[in-house]
């Protein structure tokens, strides 16, 4: 049963993107990052209220002041807001399949944080992994393109803004990190998604709602990846990860791009380049290898 809502989570964070870009032909890339966050945020209050209270969690040694607290939750809410304005923007100019690989980055910024800052050990896995991904994320952004041409490319410039969506990402997970000991992880999703989706809807003052004629399975479709894609495949697979190894977790993070790269293939047609297929395995198996090297914190003589 486990197992099943970790793929269930895979298979909507995989068709997710390809959801995403069929609804940006109809509205813009803010409103529809906007809309996708308020209704996340709106789901994850909605489970904050009906969550039965848990038992008492056992606060870190280091837990934040309330200011330190405020910061953080605002950084991260920035970052999600932010990240999903760019990823909505590269998809209007590359694949679904090279800006979903390109956006894993953000494991490995987090991986850079747990060594730099939190000082975890970097073993040759790790770096091995990291090294991995760094490979073939060049290897897509590259796409074998003439250097002259290349700063030009739509193409290049869409995988440049999945880049960096995956930075901003980063700073919204590791918010999260550093947030959510002694807190309930519901309790720190809701005032980020609320500044998410204030920091989309900002954006959206500045440009239009329709790119096209007003359509409302569009905005159906809309809705249900802020509903279903950022927030019941957050739920299934913050359970799922409760009880499964770090390498099952890992591997189904892996699998995320590789699958949005197949449908994008089969159902949108997307052109696959030899350089995207060559580099999408390196990065998933480099993110991989760099989240199974984590260190595991023991609790109680269980995993925690």
Same mark, same amino acid.
């Given at each position: 049963?486990? #197992?099943?809502?970790?793929?269930?989570?895979?298979?909507?964070?995989?068709?997710?993107?390809?959801?995403?870009?069929?609804?940006?032909?109809?509205?813009?890339?803010?409103?529809?990052?906007?809309?996708? =966050?308020?209704?996340?945020?709106?789901?994850?209050?909605?489970?904050?209220?009906?969550?039965?209270? *848990?038992?008492?969690?056992?606060?870190?040694? $280091?837990?934040? =002041?309330? #200011?330190?607290?405020?910061?953080?939750?605002?950084?991260? *809410?920035?970052?999600?807001?932010?990240?999903?304005?760019?990823?909505?923007? =590269?998809?209007?100019?590359?694949?679904?399949?090279?800006? =979903?690989?390109?956006?894993?980055?953000?494991?490995?910024?987090?991986?850079?944080?747990? @060594?730099?800052?939190?000082?975890?050990?970097?073993?040759?896995? #790790?770096?091995?992994?990291?090294?991995?991904?760094?490979?073939?994320?060049? @290897?897509?952004?590259?796409?074998?393109?003439?250097?002259?041409?290349?700063?030009?490319?739509?193409?290049?410039?869409?995988?440049?803004?999945?880049?960096?969506? *995956?930075?901003?990402? $980063?700073? +919204?997970?590791?918010?999260?990190?550093?947030?959510?000991?002694?807190?309930?992880?519901?309790?720190?999703?809701?005032?980020?998604?609320?500044?998410?989706?204030?920091? +989309?809807?900002?954006?959206?003052?500045?440009?239009?709602?329709?790119?096209?004629?007003?359509?409302?399975?569009?905005?159906?479709?809309?809705?249900?990846?802020?509903? @279903?894609?950022?927030?019941?495949?957050?739920?299934?697979?913050?359970?799922?990860? #409760?009880?499964?190894?770090?390498?099952?977790?890992?591997?189904?993070?892996?699998? +995320?791009?590789?699958?949005?790269?197949? +449908?994008?293939?089969?159902?949108?047609?997307?052109?696959?380049?030899?350089?995207?297929?060559?580099?999408?395995?390196?990065?998933?198996?480099?993110?991989?290898?760099? @989240?199974?090297?984590?260190?595991?914190?023991?609790?109680?003589?269980?995993?925690?």
């Amino acid at each position: 049963m486990v #197992r099943a809502l970790l793929l269930l989570a895979v298979l909507i964070w995989g068709i997710q993107p390809l959801v995403i870009k069929i609804v940006l032909d109809v509205f813009s890339v803010s409103f529809a990052a906007f809309a996708r =966050s308020l209704v996340a945020a709106v789901f994850f209050g909605l489970v904050a209220l009906l969550s039965s209270p *848990g038992p008492a969690s056992v606060p870190s040694p $280091s837990r934040l =002041s309330t #200011r330190g607290l405020v910061l953080w939750l605002v950084v991260g *809410g920035l970052g999600l807001g932010l990240g999903n304005v760019l990823w909505n923007l =590269s998809l209007t100019r590359t694949t679904v399949g090279a800006s =979903s690989v390109l956006q894993m980055g953000a494991n490995i910024i987090i991986a850079l944080y747990g @060594i730099l800052v939190l000082q975890e050990r970097c073993t040759a896995l #790790r770096t091995m992994g990291l090294l991995l991904s760094l490979g073939g994320m060049f @290897i897509v952004s590259w796409n074998g393109e003439d250097v002259s041409a290349l700063a030009s490319s739509r193409y290049f410039q869409g995988n440049m803004l999945a880049l960096a969506s *995956g930075i901003a990402f $980063s700073l +919204c997970a590791i918010a999260q990190k550093v947030s959510v000991p002694g807190r309930s992880s519901v309790s720190v999703a809701v005032p980020i998604f609320a500044l998410s989706a204030l920091t +989309c809807g900002t954006t959206a003052l500045f440009g239009p709602v329709l790119v096209s004629g007003f359509n409302p399975a569009m905005l159906a479709a809309l809705i249900l990846t802020g509903l @279903i894609g950022m927030g019941l495949g957050n739920v299934l697979f913050t359970e799922s990860v #409760r009880t499964v190894t770090a390498s099952v977790g890992a591997a189904a993070l892996a699998a +995320c791009p590789m699958v949005s790269l197949v +449908c994008a293939t089969l159902m949108l047609h997307e052109p696959t380049s030899a350089y995207l297929l060559a580099g999408a395995p390196l990065i998933c198996a480099g993110v991989a290898a760099a @989240i199974v090297s984590e260190p595991v914190a023991i609790a109680g003589g269980r995993p925690a």
